[in-house]
């Protein structure tokens, strides 16, 4: 019997690796003024530490479901199957994204799953292939691929009444 619902979350390294840096100040500022005879307690950690807790524990990530793909990043918006035209990748500074492209036109890149230099996801790939085949499983018999936007030419129109043919 096949899952009525996938959900795929990014891991807690994924979700912490962009506060770490200033996680890493934070912690650094406090040695450098306890070194240098000041209060432990002068820096930054009391906005800091929520900050990371935040974004630590919000569940970034995708759910698949009959209907659509919902898309949980600080806010949750549902993508129906049938509005979806192409499932891929996209690399940014050297990590890779699912991107999901819609009919009007709209690229949603997910925050889970991805995969990259420090937030290596070995099952990166199957994850893409499924929800891929989720897409092509649900999208429904009606659908049909997105007209493409049209075409402003500078030339006279083509005998043929082919707008994509060359001029003669």
Not at 36 to 42: K, R, S
Not at 68 to 95: F, M, P
């Amino acid at each position: 019997m096949p899952a009525e619902r996938i959900r795929y979350r990014s891991t807690a390294l994924q979700r912490v690796l962009p506060v770490l840096p200033v996680a890493l100040v934070d912690a650094l500022s406090h040695l450098w003024f306890w070194w240098n005879g000041g209060p432990a307690g002068a820096a930054s950690g009391a906005v800091v530490l929520p900050l990371v807790v935040l974004i630590a524990s919000h569940p970034f990530g995708v759910t698949l479901t009959p209907s659509g793909a919902v898309v949980h990043n600080l806010t949750r918006r549902t993508i129906a199957w049938a509005d979806v035209q192409a499932i891929g990748t996209e690399s940014v500074l050297g990590a890779r994204f699912v991107v999901i492209q819609e009919a009007g036109g709209r690229h949603t890149r997910l925050r889970a799953p991805l995969t990259g230099f420090l937030s290596w996801d070995r099952a990166f790939d199957e994850k893409l292939a499924t929800i891929g085949r989720w897409w092509l499983d649900h999208r429904g018999p009606h659908w049909a691929p997105a007209p493409p936007p049209p075409v402003w030419r500078s030339g006279p129109p083509s005998p043929s009444g082919d707008p994509f043919a060359p001029p003669r």
